[in-house]
């Protein structure tokens, strides 16, 4: 597949495993066949110790393993990973490493969160948020336009089928990685988790997430180390709150010229004129939540 707009990695709609096409009734009463996002279980042991089953579409396993681990605080930053084996059959994915993890008390502790196909938090929330200081560096509005228009306009499972969540990993204005799942929360899974196997650095980086910038996505943007989270969709209270306590740059409805910055607005560069970028027309783009 050849990738749009440089990415890494890019959403292939085409994927056969990750649609279906299933016969229904339209409006109008006549037959129809559209294309609907297929969901199956993945079951994630961080060496003998079974950990979660989530529901995923499918794709890069691996990464998701990995970046669940990881958002959980099960691996830590010294922890070296051995392996990571995936059954297709048994839909299992095994992440080795060479030395014994903590997660006992990570595991008798779980707190359920907003996400969408219900995301899950292992122990405290705030764990590894006192002390945390983010980069400051610098976001160019005029990068805010630019990645807009090039995420909201790349081929992807949400313009083909609808019900995903999709999260893209920027340098600059450039979209690098581009992850999507039934739950938002797996997509940034996907990316932390490629990011951890790939040694690839934070500090430059900007998250952009097509869901709502709720507490637990904050949280996790933070955690990565990534100093900017930015969506088309809204707020909660909870989020804006964390994100203001561990100085996130935290930019939501950002729909043709507007965005709202309700967090580190001081890493802003303000070198964009907002008259120069074309509006929104209604009902264009992808919306915030699918």
């Not at 313009?159 to 920027?170: K, M």
Request: hydrophobic share 35%; proline share 4%.
């Amino acid at each position: 597949m050849q990738l749009p707009n440089d990415y890494i990695i890019a959403p292939d709609p085409e994927a056969p495993r990750l649609t279906r096409k299933v016969t229904g009734t339209d409006h109008t009463g006549a037959l129809t066949e559209i294309s609907v996002v297929e969901e199956r279980p993945l079951t994630i042991f961080l060496n003998s110790q079974e950990v979660v089953t989530a529901m995923t579409i499918g794709d890069y396993p691996e990464y998701l393993a990995v970046g669940f681990l990881r958002n959980q605080g099960m691996l830590r930053d010294d922890d070296v990973i051995t392996g990571v084996d995936y059954d297709d059959d048994l839909e299992v994915a095994v992440v080795r490493t060479a030395s014994r993890t903590t997660y006992e008390e990570k595991v008798k502790k779980k707190t359920r969160t907003s996400g969408c196909a219900v995301g899950t938090v292992f122990g405290d929330m705030m764990e590894g948020l006192e002390g945390l200081t983010l980069p400051e560096t610098p976001v160019k509005t005029s990068w805010l336009y630019a990645l807009a228009h090039k995420i909201n306009t790349t081929p992807s499972l949400y313009l083909q089928a609808g019900a995903i969540h999709g999260s893209v990993l920027c340098q600059g204005d450039r979209p690098l990685v581009y992850m999507e799942d039934v739950g938002r929360h797996n997509a940034v899974d996907k990316i932390a988790g490629w990011m951890f196997l790939n040694g690839v650095s934070a500090e430059d980086k900007i998250l952009y997430t097509t869901g709502r910038l709720t507490s637990e996505m904050v949280i996790k943007t933070a955690l990565m180390g990534i100093p900017v989270l930015a969506s088309r969709s809204g707020f909660t209270a909870w989020g804006v709150e964390i994100a203001r306590q561990v100085g996130l740059t935290c930019i939501g409805r950002m729909r043709g010229k507007r965005f709202v910055c309700l967090s580190g607005e001081e890493r802003l560069d303000w070198d964009a004129d907002p008259d120069s970028v074309p509006d929104e027309s209604k009902g264009s783009g992808r919306k915030g939540s699918a």
